[in-house]
Nanobody, 127 residues
Framework: QVQLVESGGGLVQAGGSLRLSCAAS????????MGWFRQAPGKEREFVAA????????RYADSVKGRLTISRDNAKNAVYLQMNSLKSEDTAVYYC????????????????????WGQGTQVTVSS
């Protein structure tokens, strides 16, 4: 079992920045693809970014390209989401997710593909 805990959310003005962290326990994340998703009120959970366990492959949703950056530190068993130039439409609960895989460059973009989820952290962007 993998336990994931997100942190770093909060209230920020439009144009500002936040850095989300996802700390894992229970198992090493070394062989897990990691993803960030978000869910706004009344909407379905949507893909934001994903990183392969090698760190060599990354994917982003079109809506966040150039503004959000996913990274990982396997030695610290953690994944991060640096969020810059935030917009009001980025307001949502952000979740990190993990999926074990044997392929170093695999990334997943569907919620159904992930096995473990954190409890989420709220990000609110005021305009």
């Amino acid at each position: 079992q993998v336990q994931l805990v997100e942190s770093g959310g909060g209230l920020v003005q439009a144009g500002g920045s936040l850095r989300l962290s996802c700390a894992a326990s229970g198992r090493s994340l070394s062989y897990y693809t990691m993803g960030w998703f978000r869910q706004a009120p009344g909407k379905e959970r949507e893909f934001v970014a994903a990183i392969s366990w090698s760190g060599g492959r990354i994917r982003y949703a079109d809506s966040v390209k150039g503004r959000l950056t996913i990274s990982r530190d396997n030695a610290k068993n953690a994944v991060y989401l640096q969020m810059n130039s935030l917009k009001s439409e980025d307001t949502a609960v952000y979740y990190c997710a993990a999926k074990q895989t044997t392929v170093a460059t695999t990334v997943f973009t569907l919620t159904s593909q992930y096995d473990y989820w954190g409890q989420g952290t709220q990000v609110t962007v005021s305009s």
